[in-house]
């Protein structure tokens, strides 16, 4: 069973920040960190491969720094990875990204089964799964809460809906994403780490693609731009209560009491 | 291909220049300053450096003809034909907009058996509904809803594609949105519509505190996703108006490789959304055990219990009372946010809210830029006594109760 989980580097906190007064972005020195959700994928992966064998890759796309991440995932247990690094992929929205790692999915070879995480933290969309799925040609299902089985052809699984869960039988090749919780995840191991310290990580750039039209990467294969950034709104009609704990509390109960929520 | 450049003559302190940069993309190698991979072309260095020194550089693309699109169309979020109430918000907000650039609003609505149902939406302001009634579309599955989805945007061209952020919206969003090559924007929480047809969408971005108007000048349709109670949904008029029109679509687009082995009920927990009063617990929290008194003090108010995604993190808490972009978004009447700093994702699922309370120590927390009530202390010294006072207040009350009673027996 060939496995290829996709994964992405993302800030380790939100310290991105717009200064109050004067709408400037404000940087501390900013640390990153493999996607916690990624995490999820990478579990499921190693399950399926205990399960019933097989070959886990990871893809990542990103500066060259992400390759950190890939790093991480063989200490995991993962067997091959590879980073898609190239100036030209920069400034990418949902489309350019799915497409980008469609063409980096294509340059790997065969697989049967593709395993994102639900979203990433940084960009909180899950989208990215659902339009790579579309891009490859290939059924998926998204919101995966429990595998049920892993047969020679299919998997099936359990998908969550609004009000319900679905259990589906899905073909091979296709893609899932993960829910976090459908297997708790492993730490890095030390022995593998030392292990797997000389495995290569390779690097992809646009030259290596079938599809090498630059207007379809990065910004300019982007539909959607981004006009501005800014802070959130203040709410301007509010109060600010400080003073000792039971002067707070008197206040705090009376206005409940106005309105009436006691 | 639109890229940045950086006019080298004109670079004076390289240092300073690599420090506008909130994304570390700017790097300077060789005495030669070069944007990198990490480049999100958020413009900031072209806005905030000095001038001449970056610079966008744009080749001339094709471009749609915006009129060849018209109309605002609403997907129809649904299980079995139940139809989900943030359809109905969705159709408010597109009304709102169609109004402005004098278009119709329509929805799109896929199922089995599902005619019936959709009567309803007439009574909505809804111009014409197009219904897929098809066996194969009974059960929600990836293809056959992709392609009915593509069979009425082919036909209709609405400008404006509107999904609701459900699960079901997340997952068929995205994969239409790519079917027609064109952008989608997850999670908005605002829209609105420019004469000539643009959408701003705006949603927290890139990780941090900061909002980001994002618009799609060049491709059509505009794919927005939208989460259950952002907007709110439009009074049902007693008459209904607009028309329903049946569609049909060729069996061999609705094949697929997926086979609905079964549905089944959840287990009936509460839902966040649902709730009127919501007390919320955040990182401040030290320890698990601690949570005590924030379900206590949720129970002398009737209210439900939700956290940050620390919390979850930490594993002390449900991941369906999570309140943010990654989990939900609520908008009860009374919200109490207990020691939650106010990151922006967190904001945006909570921002609606009719009254907003929160305690926190540090004064310059960005969750008092929402809060209607910020009360700057410590929550392990008000919360206990807020909780004897809710105490001593309830048995009052109740003892004035017994009080009117047997006054009235008197």
Partial sequence: MKILVCIKQVPGTSEVEVDETTGVLKRDGIDSKLNPYDLYALETALQLKEKVGGHISVISMGPPQAEEIIKESYMMGVDQGALLTDKRFAGADVLATAYTLSQGVEKLGDYDLIICGKQTTDGDTAQVGPEMAEFLNIPHVANVVKIIDICEDHIVVEMDMPDTIEVAKVKYPCLITVEKGIYQPRLPSFKLKLATNDRKIPFYGLDDFDDRDENNYGLSGSPTQVLKVFPPQANTDHEIWQGDSEELVGKLCDKLQELKFI | ?410
């Fill in chain 2, 1 to 410: 291909m639109a890229k940045i450049i950086i006019n080298q003559e004109k670079v004076k302190n390289p240092e300073e220049l690599m420090n506008l940069c909130p994304f570390n993309a700017i790097d300077y190698v060789n005495e030669y300053l070069e944007i990198n991979a990490a480049c999100k072309m958020c413009n900031i260095c072209i806005k905030e450096g000095p001038e001449g020194v970056f610079e966008l550089v744009e080749d001339t693309v094709k471009q749609v003809d915006k009129d060849a699109w018209k109309g605002i169309a609403v997907y129809v979020d649904h299980v079995e034909g139940n139809i989900h109430p943030v359809t109905f918000e969705l159709i408010g907000k597109a009304k709102e907009m169609a109004e402005k650039i004098n278009h119709p609003v329509t929805c799109v609505f896929m199922g089995h058996n599902i005619k019936e149902k959709a009567t309803e939406l007439l009574h909505y302001g809804v111009d014409r509904v197009f219904i897929y009634d098809d066996k194969e579309l009974e059960d929600f599955r990836i293809e056959p809803y992709t392609a009915a989805f593509e069979d009425f945007i082919a036909s209709e061209k609405p400008t404006i594609v509107l999904v609701g952020g459900t699960t079901v919206g997340r997952s068929l969003a995205p994969r239409v949105a790519a079917r027609f090559r064109t952008g989608l924007t997850a999670d908005c929480i605002i829209l609105d519509v420019q004469e000539n047809t643009d959408l701003d969408q705006i949603r927290p971005a890139f990780g941090g505190n900061i909002m980001a108007h994002i618009y799609t000048p060049n491709h059509r349709p505009q794919f927005a996703t939208v989460r259950y109670k952002i907007f709110s949904a439009p009074e049902r008029a007693e008459n209904s108006t607009g028309e329903i029109e049946m569609r049909s679509i060729d069996k061999d687009k609705l094949k697929s490789n997926i086979e609905v082995i079964e549905i089944k009920k959840k287990e009936k927990v509460e839902n966040l959304e649902d709730a009127e009063v919501i007390i919320v617990a955040g990182r401040a929290i030290k320890k698990e055990e601690d949570l005590g008194m924030i379900h206590e003090l949720a129970d002398l108010l009737g209210a439900q219990v939700a956290t940050t995604r620390p919390l979850i993190e930490a594993g002390w808490s449900d991941p369906r009372k999570q309140i943010g972009l990654s989990g939900r978004t609520v908008k009860p009447k009374l919200i109490i946010v207990c020691g939650v700093s106010g990151a922006v994702q967190f904001i945006a699922g909570m921002s609606n809210s009719d009254c907003i309370i929160a305690i926190n120590t540090d004064k310059n927390a960005s969750i008092f830029n929402v809060a209607h009530y910020g009360i700057i202390a410590d929550i392990y010294q008000v919360l206990p006594s807020f909780i004897e006072k809710l105490k001593i207040l309830k048995e009052s009350s109740v003892d004035s109760e017994l009080l009117k009673l047997v006054e009235a027996n008197v």
